[in-house]
């Protein structure tokens, strides 16, 4: 494998984590919990939105333009291995809703970006069929669309269970 391969396979992969078996979408996306943990604690309030903003454009990025070789790569159509596209999901989850409770925030974004990504509700199944890595990316960003839409509601409705004041791009809603 060449050193170009490697690092297209480490971007793919979220450093090898995709290859994990039992759920490697679910163990992909844990680079973006990072992510957001590292920003939320170590980053002013108002830096936040750019700070998560700026890894979702690059995780977009790698699935739009990497997905031609993973496929080459795997010999199939968006291989299980290939979870930037779930890095992107997540991100874009944690964008759209978080609280000031970071704990509650890692624990339901987390859980409801990857059950809206698995479950894949219309329109995002629909989505997944777009060609290449459009196809693969915008199934994971309508699911964490939904998914952050759930949190909103599920935060309005109890609020004690998913974080007080919950926030849209920053702004307290």
């Known amino acids: 494998m060449t050193l170009t391969d490697r690092i297209r396979f480490c971007l793919s992969t979220s450093f090898g984590l995709g290859c994990l078996p039992f759920g490697p979408g679910t163990w992909g996306t844990l680079p973006a919990v990072a992510i957001y943990a590292a920003v939320a604690w170590g980053a002013p309030a108002r830096a936040h939105v750019w700070l998560i903003a ?3 454009v690059a995780a977009c990025a ?13 010999g199939r159509k968006d291989p299980g291995s290939f979870v930037a596209d779930e890095v992107a999901g997540y991100l874009l989850v944690v964008l759209l809703w978080r609280t000031s409770d970071l704990a509650l925030t890692l624990v339901w974004s ?18 997944e069929r777009l060609a290449g890595g459009w196809g ?27 974080g007080a004041q919950p926030m849209l791009l920053g702004w307290a809603m």
Not at 64 to 73: N, T
Not at 110 to 127: G, N, V
């Open 54 to 56: 700026a890894p979702l």
């Open 62 to 74: 790698v699935s739009i333009l990497l997905v031609p070789w993973a496929e080459r790569h795997w």
């Open 110 to 127: 987390f859980a409801l970006a990857r059950l809206f990504d698995i479950i894949k509700i219309p329109p995002a199944r629909q989505a």
């Open 136 to 162: 693969v990316l915008l199934d994971d960003l309508v699911a964490a669309v939904q998914a952050a839409g759930a949190l909103h509601v599920g935060s309005w409705l109890a609020p004690a269970a998913f």
